[in-house]
């Protein structure tokens, strides 16, 4: 009796649906799951794909410009719909695409290669550029329409998986290392990309004969915020104030080494803002200190300081007995019971004393207000002069201590560990008190 012959099936789409398919009836039909699964891959493959090539385009106009014209709208169409029959013909997944964006690198390395590699002082122009192309290829890499799909596709993975799995219970161990191998892929290929882009600025902007403007310092720190790596962050502030000028004469490059409390190097609020911000939310307190006590604490931000702030005030307070003296004398024209000087002084003396009494308390008591204070206060014996200059660094101190404690109030003050203790320490070296007893709510009675 001869034997009956086996009906050839087309090849399963994993390990998992073999198993189970190997298991029951030969059937050349997959199940739904897989058919799903498929159809995710192809259209997830697809979107990623097209994403690909608009930002490859922007960056290669950004860093790498050329002096040709753009395509017209009709090649334009050609293209998309070749990449779309291309795109049908041969489905790409999330790994592939991820894979694929490491040639954007060569536009870095170009990039970075023509300020490192020229043998004068790098155009600003040439800097820029460089750092711009980081910002196009950190702004793909962490751009939200692209990670919510690569976390989908594993999602619809899992999911299918799991309905094969309820039918074989024996492949779960399988499903599960399958799924994630997948998901660790593709998350070290994106931070190494995210590692190459931070090193590729860094690079940049420490490059001795490169002189750091405001321009480039903000853009620099826009790549950082974007990435969420704040490490570099405290040392480029240091290299704004200090790295060295360099001066080009005779064919060769000199440097000059500038003050570090100047007022010119001082950095904007904004971009200090900017790069605490992304220090607290990587939870990196060294980065988050460091930001500090080279931007806000810097001897150029308190000159600078004084210099917008202070200058109205005190040409104001010098031009008021010069005010108060002509007013003095208009009013010892309008009465006749005592002489002009006599009527004069006396109306000079009680101006002054009226303006500097009024101005003397509205001074004590901008200095002396504490409805902003959260968690960090000034120690008792600090002057009012130092806690007007220095209250910009007493907020971001206190904006750290909030984002690291308890966020509920009725536990602050319970905070334990090596940062919080090196916080505390840190704080009290400032002339502050964290955590001030008498003004801890609930404890003022």
Same mark, same amino acid.
């Given at each position: 009796?001869?034997?009956p012959?086996?009906?050839?099936?087309?090849r399963s789409?994993c390990?998992?649906c073999?198993?189970?398919?190997?298991?029951?009836?030969p059937?050349?039909k997959?199940p739904?799951?897989?058919?799903?699964?498929?159809?995710?891959?192809a259209q997830v493959?697809?979107?990623?794909y097209k994403?690909g090539?608009?930002?490859?385009r922007?960056l290669?106009?950004?860093?790498?410009?050329?002096?040709?014209?753009t395509?017209?709208?009709?090649?334009?169409?050609?293209?998309?719909?070749?990449?779309?029959?291309?795109?049908?013909r041969?489905?790409?997944?999330?790994?592939?695409?991820?894979s694929?964006?490491?040639n954007?690198?060569?536009?870095?390395e170009?990039?970075k290669?023509?300020?490192l590699?020229?043998?004068r002082?790098?155009?600003?122009?040439?800097?820029?550029?460089?750092?711009?192309?980081?910002?196009?290829v950190?702004?793909?890499?962490?751009d939200?329409?692209?990670q919510?799909?690569?976390s989908h596709m594993?999602?619809?993975?899992?999911?299918?998986?799991?309905?094969?799995?309820?039918?074989?219970?024996?492949?779960?161990?399988?499903?599960?290392?399958?799924?994630?191998?997948t998901?660790?892929?593709?998350?070290?290929?994106?931070?190494?990309i995210?590692?190459?882009?931070s090193?590729t600025?860094?690079?940049?902007?420490?490059h001795?004969?490169?002189?750091i403007?405001p321009?480039?310092?903000?853009l620099y720190?826009?790549?950082?915020?974007?990435?969420?790596?704040?490490?570099?962050?405290?040392?480029?502030?240091?290299?704004?104030?200090s790295?060295?000028?360099?001066?080009?004469a005779a064919g060769?490059?000199?440097?000059?080494?500038?003050?570090?409390a100047k007022?010119?190097n @001082?950095?904007?609020?904004?971009?200090? %803002?900017?790069?605490?911000?992304?220090?607290? *939310?990587a $939870?990196n307190l #060294? /980065?988050?200190?460091?930001i500090?006590?080279?931007?806000?604490?810097?001897?150029?931000?308190?000159r600078?300081?004084?210099?917008?702030?202070?200058?109205l005030?005190?040409?104001?307070f010098?031009?008021?007995?010069i005010?108060?003296?002509?007013?003095?004398?208009?009013?010892?024209?309008?009465q006749?019971?005592?002489d002009?000087?006599?009527a004069?002084?006396?109306?000079?003396?009680?101006?002054?004393?009226y303006?500097?009494?009024t101005?003397?308390?509205?001074?004590?008591?901008l200095?002396?207000?504490?409805?902003?204070?959260k968690r960090?206060?000034?120690a008792p014996?600090?002057p009012?002069?130092?806690?007007?200059?220095?209250?910009e660094?007493?907020?971001?101190?206190d904006k750290? @201590?909030?984002a690291?404690?308890?966020? %509920?109030?009725?536990?602050?003050?319970?905070? *334990?560990? $090596?940062?919080? #203790? /090196?916080?505390?320490?840190?704080?009290?070296?400032?002339g502050m008190?964290?955590?001030?007893?008498?003004?801890?709510?609930g404890?003022?009675h």
């Amino acid at each position: 009796m001869p034997r009956p012959v086996a009906v050839p099936r087309s090849r399963s789409v994993c390990q998992i649906c073999d198993s189970i398919i190997g298991r029951r009836l030969p059937s050349t039909k997959y199940p739904l799951g897989v058919r799903n699964v498929t159809r995710a891959q192809a259209q997830v493959g697809q979107n990623l794909y097209k994403i690909g090539i608009l930002q490859k385009r922007m960056l290669a106009s950004a860093a790498i410009p050329t002096g040709k014209s753009t395509s017209s709208a009709s090649n334009t169409r050609e293209t998309a719909e070749e990449h779309d029959n291309a795109t049908k013909r041969r489905p790409m997944t999330a790994s592939q695409e991820l894979s694929s964006v490491t040639n954007m690198m060569t536009y870095l390395e170009r990039s970075k290669s023509k300020v490192l590699s020229n043998r004068r002082i790098p155009p600003e122009a040439d800097v820029s550029a460089a750092l711009k192309a980081c910002r196009v290829v950190a702004d793909y890499i962490m751009d939200d329409a692209v990670q919510p799909q690569i976390s989908h596709m594993v999602n619809e993975l899992d999911s299918a998986a799991s309905e094969l799995l309820s039918l074989d219970n024996s492949a779960s161990q399988q499903s599960s290392q399958s799924s994630d191998t997948t998901l660790s892929a593709i998350t070290a290929q994106v931070k190494q990309i995210i590692d190459k882009i931070s090193d590729t600025a860094y690079s940049v902007l420490s490059h001795p004969p490169v002189f750091i403007t405001p321009d480039l310092l903000k853009l620099y720190v826009d790549i950082q915020a974007r990435l969420g790596k704040p490490e570099t962050l405290p040392r480029v502030f240091q290299m704004y104030a200090s790295k060295p000028m360099p001066r080009e004469a005779a064919g060769s490059i000199s440097y000059v080494s500038q003050n570090p409390a100047k007022v010119a190097n @001082a950095i904007e609020s904004k971009v200090i %803002e900017t790069a605490l911000d992304t220090a607290i *939310e990587a $939870r990196n307190l #060294d /980065a988050a200190v460091g930001i500090i006590e080279n931007s806000y604490a810097a001897k150029a931000f308190i000159r600078a300081k004084l210099v917008r702030q202070g200058v109205l005030p005190a040409g104001t307070f010098a031009v008021t007995p010069i005010a108060a003296y002509i007013l003095a004398t208009n009013f010892s024209n309008l009465q006749s019971t005592m002489d002009g000087a006599t009527a004069t002084n006396v109306a000079f003396a009680g101006i002054l004393a009226y303006v500097g009494f009024t101005a003397s308390i509205g001074i004590v008591a901008l200095t002396t207000a504490n409805d902003q204070m959260k968690r960090v206060t000034w120690a008792p014996g600090v002057p009012l002069r130092t806690r007007w200059m220095r209250e910009e660094e007493r907020a971001a101190l206190d904006k750290i @201590a909030c984002a690291w404690g308890f966020q %509920e109030k009725w536990r602050q003050g319970e905070e *334990e560990g $090596r940062d919080w #203790d /090196a916080l505390r320490e840190y704080v009290g070296q400032k002339g502050m008190v964290l955590d001030r007893t008498e003004l801890m709510e609930g404890m003022d009675h």
